[in-house]
């Protein structure tokens, strides 16, 4: 089994950065790619970006293209997501997943195994 653990989410002010990171423990050796999806209120869960374990397969929702920065999956099984120019539509929960090895990789909640519990990130205008 994986675990993930979200850290970094808080309240910021239109235009400025953030940046939250995940780190997954346990059966790390199961995981294949990593990414980050988001919730705001009252709607479906987002997708935002997602790597691969060797940095390969990286791909942003369009939403974010620009703006928002996946570093690679580290030697800490940590991936950090950089969010820069952030406006309130960005408020949301942000959840960190991971994608199990020999799954098809893709961008969908349904391609992702594992889940963390969200931080939530809260952008002021």
């Known amino acids: 089994q994986v675990q993930l653990r979200e850290s970094g989410g808080g309240v910021v002010q239109t235009g400025d950065s953030l940046r939250v990171s995940c780190t997954a423990s346990g059966r790390t050796s199961n995981i294949y790619a990593m990414g980050w999806f988001r919730r705001a209120p009252g709607q479906a869960r987002e997708f935002l970006a997602r790597v691969g374990w060797n940095g390969a397969y990286i791909n942003y929702a369009d939403s974010v293209k620009g703006r928002f920065t996946l570093a690679g999956i580290n030697a800490d099984n940590t991936v950090t997501l950089q969010m820069n120019s952030l406006r309130p539509e960005d408020t949301a929960t942000y959840y960190c997943?991971?994608?199990?090895?020999?799954?098809?990789?893709?961008?969908?909640?349904?391609?992702?195994?594992?889940w963390g519990q969200g931080t939530q990130v809260t952008v002021s205008s």
């Open positions: 997943a991971a994608l199990r090895r020999f799954r098809p990789i893709g961008n969908t909640e349904s391609h992702f195994d594992y």
